[in-house]
């Protein structure tokens, strides 16, 4: 099992699905404008330019004698008076659905492209730039964008459904697990299941979550998906023909003992990976030093013999 940092939702970063648009009712001031808001240009503005423009009203051009200012995360509201009696409220972002758009946007973008707030926050802070706090950006992911990752997850789940029924061949699949964090005190761990057939584009078939408390201990985890994929992939009556895994002892032991029908077979690049591990640890010990100049002819004569035999299989494992 590879550890890999979880940024929940943890399906969307390993999925095939990239989200284009946040589907949101446009207000009536900006019915008719071009631009869709994640595609209208955004400038980094200082206060002192601002405040030099709203001198003088907006709607006559008299001089402004009250200015309040607010903030809400990246929005900036100016509430102006001016000398010829109008109550103005500028706003520094287009809003939709009483939702600020540069909040929802930098939230977006945050989950998106897989950063973390924290990193975020750092950024803005380090040059005094607004942002929404922690709990601002949690509230619109959760309201707003999880429900749309949930959305675009489960249409391309039935679509690559469909393409694995049109395909006439035993279906070839890689699996693998990983955790959010490492050794033994992992919290989630998820498993992902990948259509490699030949002649198919890969694409991923089927994707577990499993929280520790659902299983005796974290170990288990990893198992736990695989079962829960084959079981979603299974009750679509699509039949599975090959699996091929990482050496997860349990993961082998399980494949042989519930699943005898499905071929199991070791991918080799973890094999490769494990033996050389091993051999690094052996070349240190005394007596063995010469080891260490073979390690990688080692590797790559395993690598050159699977060019000529396709297929590895768990039992052949030693
Ligand atoms: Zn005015």
Same mark, same amino acid.
């Given at each position: 099992?590879?550890?890999?940092?979880?940024?929940?939702?943890?399906?969307?970063?390993?999925?095939?699905? !990239?989200?284009? *648009?946040? %589907?949101?009712?446009?207000?009536? $001031?900006?019915?008719? +404008?071009?631009?869709?808001? /994640?595609?209208?240009?955004?400038?980094?503005?200082?206060?002192?330019?601002?405040?030099?423009?709203?001198?003088?009203?907006?709607?006559?051009?008299?001089?402004?004698?009250?200015?309040?200012?607010?903030?809400?995360?990246?929005?900036?509201?100016?509430?102006?008076?001016?000398?010829?009696?109008?109550?103005?409220?500028?706003?520094?972002?287009?809003?939709?659905?009483?939702?600020?758009?540069?909040?929802?946007?930098?939230?977006?973008?945050?989950?998106?492209?897989?950063?973390?707030?924290?990193?975020?926050?750092?950024?803005?802070?380090?040059?005094?730039?607004?942002?929404?706090?922690?709990?601002?950006?949690?509230?619109?992911?959760? !309201?707003?964008? *999880?429900? %749309?990752?949930?959305?675009?997850? $489960?249409?391309?789940? +039935?679509?690559?459904?469909? /393409?694995?029924?049109?395909?006439?061949?035993?279906?070839?699949?890689?699996?693998?697990?990983?955790?959010?964090?490492?050794?033994?005190?992992?919290?989630?761990?998820?498993?992902?299941?990948?259509?490699?057939?030949?002649?198919?584009?890969?694409?991923?078939?089927?994707?577990?979550?499993?929280?520790?408390?659902?299983?005796?201990?974290?170990?288990?985890?990893?198992?736990?998906?695989?079962?829960?994929?084959?079981?979603?992939?299974?009750?679509?009556?699509?039949?599975?023909?090959?699996?091929?895994?990482?050496?997860?002892?349990?993961?082998?032991?399980?494949?042989?003992?519930?699943?005898?029908?499905?071929?199991?077979?070791?991918?080799?690049?973890?094999?490769?990976?494990?033996?050389?591990?091993?051999?690094?640890?052996?070349?240190?010990?005394?007596?063995?030093?010469?080891?260490?100049?073979?390690?990688?002819?080692?590797?790559?004569?395993?690598?050159?013999?699977?060019?000529?035999?396709?297929?590895?299989?768990?039992?052949?494992?030693?």
């Amino acid at each position: 099992m590879d550890w890999v940092p979880v940024i929940l939702p943890m399906h969307f970063q390993v999925s095939n699905v !990239k989200v284009k *648009h946040i %589907v949101l009712i446009p207000d009536k $001031k900006r019915k008719g +404008e071009a631009l869709e808001p /994640e595609v209208e240009p955004k400038f980094i503005v200082f206060e002192a330019q601002l405040k030099q423009l709203m001198k003088f009203c907006p709607e006559c051009g008299s001089p402004v004698i009250d200015r309040k200012k607010s903030v809400s995360g990246s929005h900036l509201t100016f509430h102006l008076q001016c000398h010829a009696g109008h109550d103005v409220a500028w706003v520094s972002q287009p809003t939709v659905n009483y939702v600020r758009m540069g909040n929802l946007l930098l939230a977006a973008a945050t989950l998106f492209n897989g950063l973390t707030f924290s990193r975020m926050e750092e950024l803005a802070k380090s040059i005094n730039l607004a942002f929404p706090t922690s709990r601002a950006c949690t509230k619109l992911q959760r !309201k707003w964008l *999880h429900p %749309v990752i949930d959305q675009e997850w $489960k249409q391309e789940v +039935e679509s690559v459904v469909e /393409e694995t029924r049109q395909q006439h061949q035993a279906l070839c699949l890689a699996g693998d697990g990983r955790s959010d964090s490492p050794g033994f005190n992992a919290h989630y761990g998820s498993y992902t299941l990948m259509n490699i057939s030949p002649d198919v584009a890969p694409k991923i078939l089927s994707m577990e979550l499993v929280d520790v408390a659902e299983v005796p201990n974290s170990a288990h985890m990893e198992t736990e998906g695989l079962k829960r994929c084959i079981a979603s992939i299974e009750a679509e009556n699509i039949s599975i023909g090959t699996i091929t895994t990482d050496q997860h002892m349990t993961v082998q032991k399980i494949m042989r003992t519930e699943y005898p029908k499905i071929d199991h077979q070791l991918d080799l690049w973890h094999v490769s990976k494990n033996l050389t591990k091993k051999m690094t640890a052996k070349a240190k010990q005394r007596g063995m030093e010469e080891l260490g100049d073979w390690i990688r002819c080692i590797s790559n004569h395993l690598w050159m013999l699977n060019s000529g035999c396709p297929t590895m299989h768990s039992s052949e494992d030693k």
